[in-house]
DNA sequence: CTTCGTATGATTGTATACAATTATACGATT
DNA sequence: AATCGTATAATTGTATACAATCATACGAAG
């Protein structure tokens, strides 16, 4: 009886399709690919070394996580994320990380608590420097220990889309001392409120802090972040 | 310049991988694949009358929506939804549903109000009735018009998913005369609020209504509405 | 000069062939 | 009788060939 790795989930290294779907997702969000690009089939899979089969079946996967569009017999075109999806995203995640901090109350793990403090802590230091390389690193990191010790598999996978969505954006909202400060301080307010199995309280607060996340990114200018360059 | 239909999405039906796509899908939520069931590319082909290619490419967009999982090298087994699955997708339903509604009130037309008014002067309808099969399209359509009335193609899309997956179990949330009553009651208490612009009370509404839904089903037994007999 | 239509090339859609991996059956060995 | 190993079959992974569709270029007609 074996055990097959559950974090594989979808994308697993190991095939050619999975290592086609990793590259051209991250270069998608990376900016390497931009808005209304067209991907060839051949182009890419000339690239990496393989043929049409798996890019074909990378493309059907991008597809559905909205960040290709394919028009059938005609080709697949890069969406762009506008300015309108992330202000919905940021609401939506707003939503949706409260629910998560809620229920991560009820099912947080020893171990995952004493993770986030750790981030926390570490994180002060990076912030006060501004080392917003490993801020935005430890800001994915304490998130995604909420969507673990959620306990959810649906709401877990479902945050970590629109996470990984918003990326290339939010990077950018960490890029000053004050936010990152700030931003800290809410982790540690939701960090005490799941401790403390509050989840009222967890819940306002990880809301809170997406929609302080988002209103630092209008204010700091959203059309800059947004466009590449 | 030609205008390429959006309700396309992923599936059109006119590609033998969308016909895959959705023939599979619907097979899966209408029961007829069971949990851990085995998909082979070969059989489901033949069945269609199609070559593996196509299938293959629908079955790695169904993975994706979370309703089978390919091992690699072994084969696609279809994922059962949990009884902790439909409550975790209607706790989060509850709290999109909520941002939709409100989000509706600034975006919805006249055409897609006048729909609900009928939408909800027919349901009474029926709904006295006890015409249990007209209830369940109508509370569909009913929600439908709404994702399209926000305005957000995310969160429709996000919200259309959900209402899918767990289409097998709402359909028996509506399979009592009071229910129903109560269900459409509640539709046209969204539909003032929404009519009327006030964004906070429908989201409440909204949100309560999912709540009511799901509370109802528990009391009528999620264990029998869930299990495929 | 513009416009339409056809021809050509490029690209995607599908089918099939082959390779790699996994499951199963059966027999040999202990 | 139980267990291990090998051979065989079944299934998926990938590559390639062919068909269908779409884009472009170029020339003829007005």
Redesign the pocket.
Known sequence: M?EYDLKQEVTDKY???GRVFNKVREDILSGKYREND?????AI?EEL??????V??AFRQLELEGLIQ?I?????YVTGITMDDVKDIYMIRSKLEGLCAAWACEHITKEQLEEMEENIYLAKFHAERGHFEQMSELDSRFHEIMYEACHSKLLEHNLRDYHQYVMRVRKKTLSTVERSIACNAEHQGIYEAIRDKNAKLADELATLHVHKAYENMVKNGLREAYSNE
Chains 1, 2 share one sequence.
Request: hydrophobic share 25%; proline share 8%; charged share 35%.
């Open positions: 074996q095939s050619l399709r067209e991907l060839k089939e051949i899979g070394g393989v043929s049409r089969t798996p074909r079946e394919i059938p017999n005609k080709g697949a």
